[in-house]
């Protein structure tokens, strides 16, 4: 029997199971893929992560990119450099993921890939997980297991708050352009933006919206937008996932169990950001369970708070700004992408050094003022 038991083995899974792992705890992570294994995402990773660990995590990064591009509708294009102290990450996911888990076994973790887990049952103080390989016992559970997972459903988590959002994102190989930039696209999609972020070998280009709205033609939108960079997405491999973004507080523990990363709904409601999210989660349920190892009879609850506290308080103030700014994007582009500090203010919130606490209230107040004829030069 293990003291925990981890299914998914995401940036949240990986980050509980070294966690745990280094604690000196008894860790499986299950997984039901094999490793390494491809997972459509934009792979922009907030430096802020480092903190948490105490390894270098420079071989999962493919580029360290400062420069932004901006344009509104393949046009009006906004330049500028990212101020923090490290550049932003650009990771391949596959390797990102499977680097962490790595660390995570080198720490004693135990990894069960090719393994689907095909349900769970409570047995007096231990959960017996069910996979096709046969029956497996741990003492607490970690469901890492992202927005599509069955584990949030099997746990009892009926009705979770979260705002479904969708995504579709293809890889492509370079044409010869400025590689060493991220590019944000707003205008051509409703309710979200079009990303395109670098790797040493290729793009990661997707869109996304995060208001819901009348269905738009993703392929489409895509298909015109990558003829800026001389790419054909129509003979690009396609992905469409699902997100889940925060749309309140709500608990993440139930008997011997808690909720990580996607399955938490943790995802920023503004940016789509989630990797950072899901290792916070992890980070924080690796010591929650640790300290309900220990005989703590109020670490799990902890756990929620913990989360809501640090995370949630601030993505409310996220979620009011996205509200807006989605709405109405052309005077958001105009008052706030295009402002100089605009780029250094989402630069310092995505390395940790500032909250959308910390903004927000003026950023309302500048696009609100763009409402009103006359009010826009304010």
Not at 254 to 272: I, M, S
């Amino acid at each position: 029997m293990y003291d925990c038991i981890i299914v998914g083995a995401g940036p949240a899974g990986g980050a509980a199971a070294y966690h745990l792992a280094k604690r000196g705890r008894s860790v499986l992570v299950l997984e039901k893929e094999s490793l390494p294994r491809y997972k459509p995402c934009g792979g922009g990773v907030s430096p802020q992560i480092a903190q948490w660990f105490d390894f270098d995590f420079s071989p999962a990064i493919s580029m360290k990119v400062k420069t932004v591009r901006y344009t509104w509708k393949m046009e009006d294009p906004v330049d500028a450099e990212i101020e923090s102290t490290e550049p932003v990450w650009m990771v391949r996911r596959d390797v990102f993921d499977h680097f962490l888990i790595q660390k995570a076994q080198e720490q004693g973790a135990e990894l069960r890939d090719s393994t689907e887990v095909t349900g769970i049952e409570f047995k007096s103080d231990r959960w017996q997980v069910n996979t096709a390989q046969g029956p497996l016992e741990g003492r607490y559970l970690v469901a890492a297991d992202g927005a599509k997972g069955p584990m949030a459903k099997w746990l009892g988590f009926k009705e979770r708050k979260r705002r479904l959002a969708g995504a579709l994102e293809a890889e492509a190989p370079h044409q010869g352009q400025d590689v060493n930039r991220i590019y944000f696209e707003f205008g051509m999609v409703k309710n979200g933006y079009i990303w395109n972020f670098p790797k040493a070998d290729g793009y990661s280009i997707g869109v996304g919206t995060f208001r819901g709205g009348e269905p738009q033609d993703f392929k489409a939108i895509l298909t015109d937008y990558a003829t800026m960079f001389g790419i054909d997405f129509s003979s690009a491999k396609q992905f469409g996932h699902p997100l889940c973004l925060w749309d309140g507080d709500q608990v993440l523990h139930t008997q011997n169990a808690v909720l990580a990363g996607e399955a938490a709904c943790v995802v920023d409601p503004f940016t789509a950001e989630g990797i950072r999210p899901s290792i916070l989660t992890g980070v924080k349920a690796a010591e929650s369970i640790d300290a309900a190892l220990g005989g703590d009879a109020n670490a799990l609850e902890n756990y929620t708070q913990v989360v809501n506290e640090v995370w949630g308080s601030d993505m409310a103030w996220a979620q009011r700004l996205a509200g807006v700014f989605y709405r109405v994007p052309g005077i958001g582009y105009k008052v706030g992408v295009k402002r100089p500090s605009a780029t250094q203010r989402m630069g310092q919130i995505l390395c940790g050094e500032l909250r959308y606490g910390d903004v927000a209230s003026r950023a309302l107040k500048r696009l609100s003022s763009g409402l009103i004829p006359g009010m826009g030069g304010r």
